[in-house]
């Protein structure tokens, strides 16, 4: 993308422009990357509708997963693709402050969700006889519908409060996509109660659900250390490995890149931190999963047969 575009009302997204890369290169792989997210997470709420032994909660989170994972990277890679395409990297102020609240929901609601995915697990290893009664169909429709209207108001809030602020001059974004730690450093004004708002939310939506699924498998682990069985210890850690996979990739990303100190020299790290979790987390889900987690590998196999 050529940095000498300008841009009216609205951002330039500079992304790989501060380096040689090859556009042609760039726009193949993450052409390549988008696919594998659309096929990867398309094929798991596939055959978490059809197959009759995927009926559980534990599939219906994750096919709520897969789906948020298709809409989270539907957010930022077509543009990227788009920019990479045509060489203009322009974003106008109203597709910017659209791409930065579904960017911020969609990523808020998928903290919620994996919290949600661990308490079915500490309900299925520690309450397993209650596990059918406590883990009914309403409850998982409401947790689902939880994450969802527990984010909309906050992240309207926030995306408000950034876009009514005054921009400078120069607005060159050096990020692939808008996101709010690079907005708030072209803005012409303090933004401290924006950064209080920022680390609120990070807070609310990052660390409470993760403290969560922290203290949800530190009792998984107690209860599995009690099985006499070494098989059935086993059966229990595989069962807990695919999510725990993908809690690493998720938080992981998300806690480094919004809590360790900016400056200007950690700038190209920060966004391919970025790309990190909003490209490769996704296209990495189905693979983990599929991996991992036997019933999912004997569904796959069998779905080109299915009527």
């Not at 395409?85 to 974003?91: A, K, R, S």
């Not at 402050?97 to 309900?123: K, N």
């Not at 299925?124 to 059918?132: G, R, T, V």
Request: overall charge positive; aromatic content about 12%.
């Amino acid at each position: 993308m050529s940095a000498n575009h300008t841009v009216g009302p609205g951002f330039l997204l500079l992304g790989f422009s501060d380096h040689a890369n090859p556009q042609g290169l760039c726009f193949t792989v993450f052409l390549i990357i988008y696919l594998m997210v659309l096929i990867g997470n398309g094929l798991i709420m596939l055959i978490t509708v059809v197959e009759p032994s995927l009926q559980s909660p534990m599939y219906f989170f994750l096919r709520n997963l897969s789906f948020l994972e298709i809409c989270y990277t539907t957010t930022t890679l077509p543009k990227m693709l788009l920019a990479f395409l045509t060489g203009d990297g322009g974003i106008s102020f109203l597709g910017c402050a659209a791409q930065l609240y579904f960017l911020v929901l969609l990523g808020s609601t998928e903290s919620l969700l994996l919290a949600a995915m661990a308490y079915d697990r500490y309900v299925a290893i520690c309450d397993p006889l209650h596990y059918s009664l406590l883990m009914n169909r309403r409850l998982c429709v409401r947790l689902v519908v939880a994450s969802w209207v527990a984010v909309i108001p906050v992240q309207v809030g926030q995306t408000y409060q950034v876009f009514t602020l005054p921009f400078c001059a120069s607005h060159n974004l050096h990020h692939f996509f808008c996101d709010v730690p690079p907005l708030l450093e072209l803005a012409c004004a303090d933004t401290f109660w924006n950064q209080v708002v920022l680390h609120t939310i990070i807070l609310l939506y990052a660390v409470l659900p993760f403290s969560l699924i922290v203290v949800s498998y530190t009792r998984i682990v107690r209860a599995v250390l009690k099985m006499p069985s070494v098989l059935g210890r086993r059966k229990v850690f595989s069962t807990c490995s695919s999510h725990l996979g993908v809690v690493t990739l998720f938080y992981g990303s998300v806690m480094v890149l919004y809590f360790k100190r900016r400056s200007r020299d950690s700038a190209d790290t920060d966004k391919y931190l970025a790309l990190f979790y909003t490209a490769v987390t996704p296209m990495l889900n189905p693979v983990i999963y599929s991996l991992r987690n036997k019933e999912v590998r004997i569904a796959l196999k069998r779905l080109p047969w299915k009527k």
